[in-house]
């Protein structure tokens, strides 16, 4: 695995800003996604890891089990508007964009090639620059980022994300007491319109995050346990500040675009590693 410069800074960022990891869906693939209800949503475009989301790792071709799930993203969001953006194909490392190519004839869309990793800001830049140039350019809260990785997938699609300062009325004294507003118009002879107090809340602007757990082939287990621990850690302690378990990840915000597997056991499991296959011979199982 190449070392991935931007990806070790992250827990440096983490520190000012943990919310960072924390995804708005994780399904365990693709099948589990309803595109025709995100586009419904108002979801244009999508980016896509390749490794462990669409192929097995250092392979070319999609995993067989996602083909029709595939055909019904490209075919719901059209396909220039599915960007395939992999720390290994299109990247620096892909020499004369060979992979790339490859990927992409596969795949049947675009790769993107960039040259730097996952999730750094130069990355981003040119993930944007791709949606901007399209006949119908596609914004950062019209796209679905979908990755297998948190400290990369996930950061680098929460990085394209902003917090807006929304202002809403709150709710006025006449709504919740009609009847002391009629009383009160007895006793004041004005006709200057009542100002309602303006109630402000921080609303998230972005790509959705959507974090995909199912491993085709094993890859980094311990990397991974780390960062699932770390997403549960901040969702106790800064998200939902040390109350309550982490949510339930197909909640109401983003249950709608949630699909159960037709046929659950389908998926595939992980192959259990070496200190597991040693504990289970031990234990005679
Ligand atoms: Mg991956």
């Known amino acids: 695995m190449p070392f991935n410069f931007p990806g070790t800074l992250v827990p440096l960022h983490l520190l000012i ?58 075919k719901t969001f059209g396909p220039q508007n599915v960007l395939i953006v992999s720390n290994s194909a299109g990247s620096h490392l892909d020499a004369g964009e060979i992979q790339a190519e490859s990927v992409s004839h596969h795949l049947s869309a675009p ?45 680098m699609a929460n990085r394209m994300a902003c917090h807006e300062r929304v202002s809403t009325p709150a709710p006025s004294h006449a709504d919740e007491h009609p009847d002391a507003v009629e009383d009160l118009s007895k006793e004041l002879d004005t006709s200057a319109p009542a100002r309602s107090p303006i109630s402000s809340s921080r609303v998230r602007v972005g790509p959705l995050a959507i974090l995909t757990t199912s491993v085709w082939e094993r890859d980094s287990p311990v990397l991974r346990r780390l960062e699932m621990q770390v997403v549960k850690g901040v969702e106790r302690w800064v998200v939902n500040q040390g109350h309550g378990a982490a949510r339930d990840w197909t909640d109401v915000r983003y249950g709608r675009f949630f699909k159960e597997l037709a046929m659950p056991e389908v998926l595939r499991r992980e192959e259990p590693g070496f200190v597991r296959r040693l504990l289970r011979r031990w234990r005679g199982e």
């Not at 419904?40 to 980016?47: D, L, T």
């Not at 750094?120 to 950062?140: E, G, K, M, N, W």
């Open 111 to 155: 790769v993107l090639r960039h040259t730097s990793f996952k999730p750094s800001y130069s990355c981003i830049a040119s993930v944007r620059a791709y949606f901007a140039s399209l006949p119908q350019p596609i914004r950062d809260e019209e796209l679905i980022v979908v990755g297998d990785r948190v400290f990369t997938d996930t950061v």
């Open 17 to 74: 800003n943990p919310r960072l990891v924390v995804p708005q869906m994780i399904v365990k693939d693709i099948r589990q996604l309803d595109f025709p209800e995100l586009r419904r949503g108002g979801y244009r475009g999508a980016v896509f890891d390749k490794d462990n989301c669409l192929t097995r790792p250092h392979r070319d071709t999609l995993v067989p089990e996602l083909k029709d799930a595939w055909d019904e993203c490209r």
